[in-house]
């Protein structure tokens, strides 16, 4: 199995918004390579005519009523923020470019 | 070169559950204070767990069922993850690859079309709605009240093709949405939003042009305008030898332009994964049998049962099923006229299209709100065919019926309003008006008969509106011919 390459490296620590120096990415490329390949032994058992599964938990169709109970005060809900204003959460002006 | 263009829908819409989509907050949020309806579920806290609400699964199936859907029985949760403060878990709960509904449809009707135009739904599925930001400054306040409110999302093909076409479909989803009662629909305080993906189509070569979209439409108006304009623009960067972007647009409602929001990534960029939290679904087909039984009749189907089964046109079916409390008030009085033989579903139409609508929009009042009983409107219709009252007495009648609820026989007695068709009781009103019109009478003797309207007016108004018209220009006719 091929190391990932320094280019995948780079893009999914764009995805996960981190900065990475050089040996960082280095460093990342080992690490994330060795689970790949870690992976890839699970990938040699032979799957063919077992369907695939979404959960490993033998539970299915687990819902609740829709019934409304209790939510938190705003003092409790903001109890952990680190910054605050109106009864919002605050934080560093962020482009609007939600997905 | 001409160009045609070819659009896509995304429509999101909030269910109006008690509850959340994964916890017990209450999900109707309007108007409620910051960070008040909100948990450590939906506030994203590290180890609580989601639990699916099974009010919004069963809406999420209702609504594709209305759409024609198929309902997938099979149905998987997916982590849809992005970094963005509206979102405190770092991921959306979201479906993926096996969503609730597959490959339904919608038609639709545009003014002058001999047919409807088919718009294919790709899919629908169920998902959690985000926060809310509010940019102040250097700063932003989040606001996670909405972080969690059931959300669908319906995905039409590219089979849209003008503005009017989105606008239409939009008008029916909302219909729908309000018939099927799992949502207010309300566009402007975003219980409902859109997203178009728009190309132009090379109608020379069928070469389809880069894809845009256009994001947060949060309005009949705005999806409108946003295509126009959009449609135009590229259009304009075509015939000047440019090549279209492939971007995310926003629409600026003051400025009513697009603008663009950044360069597309693709979906890889969610790295979508099953959301371990949640078992999978394996829904009952009883059960989704049940909800199918359940359904109300649609607007489709009344629309085409009130023009076969009760005569009415097109348009005045289109007003009654417009919406579900005005079709059930229609249907109330239709049902009703079976005490009250002669009585018409087209005269019950003409009632609630005329008089009602004019009362409710004076009055500002909803129809939900009418009390006049159908058997009473059923009666006062009753009373009008049996010439017991007129046309002006039966609307004076009805305006009372609007403001006390009463019956409209009590309402005719008490105000006298009987309409007179004794002749013998006429003839004299009628002589009395020959006598002080010499003038009227000489014009309608020479030949000039639109007098004679005038001169039942003037029987009409000497009997203070109680006389049968009709009766007065025969007694009159007689009367000029004779004298
Ligand atoms: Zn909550």
């Known amino acids: 199995m091929a190391k990932l390459s320094r280019q995948e490296v780079e893009y999914i620590a764009e995805l996960a918004k981190l900065t990475l120096s050089d040996e960082e990415k280095q460093q990342f490329r080992e690490q994330l ?14 799957t063919t005519g077992i369907p695939p599964t979404a959960s490993a938990i033998p539970l299915k169709n687990v819902m609740r009523p829709d019934e409304a109970g209790l939510s938190l005060s705003n003092e409790e809900a903001l109890f952990n923020a680190p910054d605050a204003q109106d009864g919002c959460f605050r934080v560093k002006a962020v482009l609007d470019d939600t997905p | 070169m001409r160009y045609e263009p070819v659009i896509g829908m995304e429509v999101h819409v909030e269910l109006n559950t008690q509850s959340k989509m994964f916890c017990a907050c209450r999900a109707d949020i309007f108007g409620a204070a910051p960070n008040t309806h909100v948990c450590p579920v939906c506030l994203g806290m ?26 997938q ?84 093909e590219a089979d849209i093709h003008s503005a009017e076409e989105a606008y239409l479909y939009v008008s029916k989803l909302r219909q729908i949405v309000r018939y099927l009662g799992i949502s207010t629909g309300d566009m402007e305080k975003g219980a ?43 259009e304009k960067v075509l015939a000047e030898g440019g090549a279209v972007e492939q971007v995310t647009m926003g629409w600026d409602e003051n400025r009513q332009v697009t603008f663009v929001q950044r360069v597309k990534e693709g979906d890889v960029g969610y790295r979508y994964f099953p959301e371990p939290d949640l078992p999978p679904l394996y829904l009952e087909a009883s059960w989704v049998e049940q909800i199918r ?52 579903p087209k005269q019950v139409s003409n009632w609630i299209s005329g008089e009602l609508f004019r009362l409710l929009s004076e009055s500002g009042l909803e129809i939900g709100q009418v009390n006049i ?24 009648t009805f ?38 019109n010499p003038e009227a009478v000489e014009r309608y003797r020479s030949g000039q008969e639109k007098v004679l309207g005038f001169l039942v007016g003037q029987v009409m108004r000497a009997s203070r509106g109680k006389a049968n018209p009709q009766l007065v220009g025969d007694l009159l006719k007689k009367e000029l011919q004779t004298g």
């Open chain 2, 293 to 344: 039984a359940g359904l109300p009749e649609l607007p489709d189907a009344k629309l085409a049962r009130y023009t076969t089964d009760y005569g009415l046109t097109d348009k005045e079916a289109a007003v009654l099923a417009e919406d579900r409390a005005t079709a059930e008030y229609f249907e109330a009085v239709v049902q009703a006229a079976a005490d009250f033989p002669g009585v018409t």
């Open chain 2, 399 to 436: 305006k009372v019926m609007f403001e006390t609820g009463r019956a409209p026989k009590d309402i005719v007695r008490e105000l006298g309003l009987e309409q007179i068709s004794d002749a013998g009781q006429l003839e004299q009103l009628v002589r009395q008006v020959i006598a002080d």
């Open chain 2, 73 to 156: 029985l099979h149905n998987v949760f997916a982590r849809k993850n992005y970094f963005y403060p509206d979102l405190p878990k770092g991921y959306q709960i979201s479906q993926y690859e096996l969503p609730l509904c597959l490959n339904g449809y919608v038609d639709v009707q545009p003014e002058g079309s001999p047919e409807p135009r088919r718009i294919r739904i790709r899919r629908v599925h169920l998902e959690e709605d985000t926060g809310k930001l509010t940019h102040v400054g250097d700063y932003s306040l989040v606001d996670l009240n909405r972080a969690g409110v059931p959300l669908v999302e319906i995905v039409t």
């Open chain 1, 33 to 46: 390579s060795a689970i790949l390949e870690y992976a890839a032994i699970l990938q040699q058992v032979d």
């Open chain 2, 46 to 71: 590290p180890g609580v767990l989601p639990v699916i609400n099974q009010k919004a699964v069963e809406y999420t199936i209702m609504l594709g069922q209305a759409l024609n859907c198929e309902i």
């Open chain 2, 192 to 234: 409902m939003r859109c997203e178009v993906n728009l190309s132009l189509k090379n109608a020379a070569t069928g070469e389809w042009g880069t894809k845009v979209e256009i994001k947060n439409l949060n309005s009949f108006r705005s999806v409108r305008n946003a295509i126009e304009y959009e449609v135009q623009r590229q």
């Open chain 2, 373 to 396: 009983a159908p058997a009473h409107l059923a009666a006062l219709i009753a009373l009008v065919n049996a010439n017991t009252i007129n046309q002006t007495a039966a609307k004076k």
